[in-house]
């Protein structure tokens, strides 16, 4: 599930930031914006993107780096808020 | 004075007070001033003095700092670059300037490593990082910017040359409608000038705390860093507003009193409760590159009632012109103001001929106007043209205002294509230029419009030859890897032909016009 959606995450972010630039040239580990990869308007349209992907609602709150600013940290936060959801929904 | 003169008062007078924050890293005026020194005896130590250009290639960092004021101790001339500069450019800002040293970040290795390799003047390269592992670039020697700052004064320390005020202390590349750039040359004197008459209407004080989001190879973000060391204030200093509810939890944190912003980042802004959050600190908002949307100021009021807002208007040129007192603000929204202390201006008809209301194209005379453009005579004299006084020379700012019959300050409008995209000048040609580069493309022109976050976005059209598989993608991938990233367009539309004027010239304002499908 997580590799799933790490691929996701890095294929739009490759497509729309790199514009389709080799896949190869980010690790999933690597800051979006130390590197230069993703910049202040970037992380919205990101945000925007995984409201719309996944379903799921991001707070302002939670516009944060831990969150957002690498494929792994963006995949945790992803998985996260999908089983608190899940957790919801069963509940 | 000199630009560095305001450091080192503050280093005497307050040597305990914090100076910079940075990430996890807090530096005092002692602290801060005598790594500058160290930096300084290090530059001389790879040859540089004065006069001599060292590009800053860093994102804002204690080490951008540190190199700025060690290149002016030096008496040398900093050159600041955009940090997501890539190789091409980064290699034409080199040569324009004729560097002595280039300092940058190992992270950025791979742009530098294809720039210098073929820049033939170059003493060295700094680079910031880890100095772990066997890093080479061919003919150029590599010195870590770590061993940089800890150079011990060699014996014959003093230059005996120093530098006095009429010396350059920055050159500041600004997008150029030829070629990739011109060099905006500003003495020491201009740079004082500037930042004591923007210190008269701000009026910081060794409380103020200044929060630092705009890059330093931006003229507005880089004077933040004058302005605070001037006033013995503290500067916190962030690489970007990509994630604000950080950074106001940050000036929660550091009781920040003053904060310069550009549009985009009042639209982010605006998008979070502010109420959320203790600001009752924050004494004033400043705005510039360009105009606050009257909307966005009176949400800001309503939010932050007790935040004085300075709107603003300047160019890299001679750094601000104008403010707006903010007493007026709600009377005057759509007003940058009148003329800061010790400039005046001015507007001249298409004749040339002076007016002081109505409208025209602003004229700006001030100790503050800059030498003229890097190696440019023909550039420079489209815009420094004689002023009152024999040898004098005033600056033709290219913008078109309204002054009212109370003398305030109205933008209308460009005389020429010229985009502001992020508040940063942006020039067509620039991008143009990129785009006919790229084989498969036909034509190109680009041209900004409007958008809510960013001011205007920038549009490219092109046509392709007729073989060519050019996809819009190829294209914006294309242009992302030649051009810093505020200047690459968001939208690129492959388009059969471009509308043309009657004698033939790209109708850029029929390309501007919304498309019925």
New interface residues.
């Given amino acids: 599930m997580a590799d799933m959606i790490a691929a996701e995450i890095k294929e739009f972010v490759v497509t729309n930031f790199l514009f389709g630039q080799n896949g190869d040239s980010i690790t999933n580990d690597q800051s979006f914006l130390e590197n230069g990869i993703i910049d202040s308007t970037g992380v919205l349209e990101l945000v925007a993107f995984l409201e719309q992907r996944f379903g799921i609602a991001v707070a302002d709150r939670e516009l944060l780096p831990e969150n957002l600013d690498s494929v792994d940290n963006v995949t945790r936060f992803v998985s996260r808020k999908l089983e608190a959801q899940g957790a919801q929904i069963a509940g | 004075m000199l630009v560095n003169s305001g450091l080192e008062a503050s280093a005497r007078q307050t040597p305990d007070r914090e100076a910079l924050v940075c990430g996890t890293r807090r530096l005092t005026y002692r602290e801060l001033n005598d790594a500058a020194n160290r930096v300084a005896d290090g530059l001389r130590q790879l040859g540089v003095g004065r006069g001599d250009r060292v590009v800053v290639h860093l994102?804002n960092s204690v080490e951008a700092v540190l190199t700025i004021f060690g290149a002016l101790k030096a008496g040398a001339v900093f050159v600041p670059v955009n940090?997501?500069v890539k190789a091409d450019k980064l290699l034409y800002l080199l040569n324009d300037c004729e560097a002595s040293v280039l300092v940058s970040d190992r992270?950025a290795l791979p742009v530098v490593t294809d720039a210098v390799s073929k820049c033939g003047a170059l003493n060295a390269v700094v680079l910031v990082g880890e100095c772990t592992g066997d890093i080479g670039i061919e003919r150029h020697p590599i010195v870590w910017f770590a061993a940089l700052a800890s150079t011990e004064p060699p014996a014959d320390a003093a230059d005996r040359r120093r530098p006095i005020d009429q010396d350059l202390a920055a050159l500041i590349y600004t997008s150029g409608s030829t070629g990739r750039g011109k060099g905006v040359m500003l003495t020491h004197a201009n740079m004082v000038a500037a930042a004591s008459s923007i210190q008269d209407y701000l009026r910081n004080t060794p409380n103020d705390v200044i929060l630092d989001v705009l890059p330093l190879s931006f003229d507005y973000g880089l004077y933040q860093i004058f302005l605070a060391f001037n006033a013995g204030a503290r500067l916190v200093l962030e690489?970007?507003?990509?994630?604000?509810?950080?950074l106001l939890d940050l000036m929660v944190r550091e009781g920040v009193t003053a904060l310069p912003i550009v549009p985009?980042?009042a639209a982010?802004l605006l998008?979070?409760?502010l109420g959320a959050y203790e600001l009752r600190s924050l004494r004033y908002v400043t705005n510039t590159g360009a105009a606050l949307p009257t909307a966005h100021i009176n949400t800001l009021r309503e939010r932050l009632p007790h935040v004085r807002i300075f709107s603003m208007y300047g160019l890299t040129e001679c750094k601000r012109v104008s403010y707006l007192d903010p007493a007026e603000i709600d009377a005057r929204p759509g007003s940058v103001g009148k003329a800061m202390s010790n400039v005046e201006v001015y507007l001249v008809d298409e004749a040339g001929r002076r007016m002081d209301h109505g409208i025209g194209e602003l004229v700006v005379r001030g100790s503050n106007v800059m030498q003229g453009y890097w190696r440019s005579p023909e550039d420079t004299a489209r815009v420094l043209k004689p002023g009152l006084l024999p040898g004098e020379r005033v600056l033709h700012t290219g913008d078109i205002f309204r002054i009212d019959d109370d003398g305030f300050m109205y933008f209308q409008s460009r005389t020429d294509d010229v985009i502001k995209s992020r508040g940063q000048k942006v020039s067509p040609r620039e991008i143009e230029n990129v785009l006919h580069a790229i084989p498969g493309v036909a034509e190109a022109a680009v041209i900004g419009v409007p958008d809510p976050?960013?001011g205007e976005a920038i549009k490219a059209f092109v046509t392709v030859t007729r073989s060519s598989p050019l996809t819009e993608?190829?294209v914006?991938?294309q242009?992302?890897?030649a051009l810093e990233?505020f200047m690459v367009p968001k939208w690129v539309e492959i388009v059969d032909a471009l509308p043309r004027t009657g004698s033939g010239k790209v109708a850029r304002k029929a390309l501007g016009r919304p498309v019925l499908p």
């Fill in positions: 994102e940090p997501t992270r690489r970007s507003f990509a994630y604000p509810t950080a985009m980042i982010l998008k979070l409760d976050v960013l993608q190829d914006l991938r242009c992302a890897q990233d």
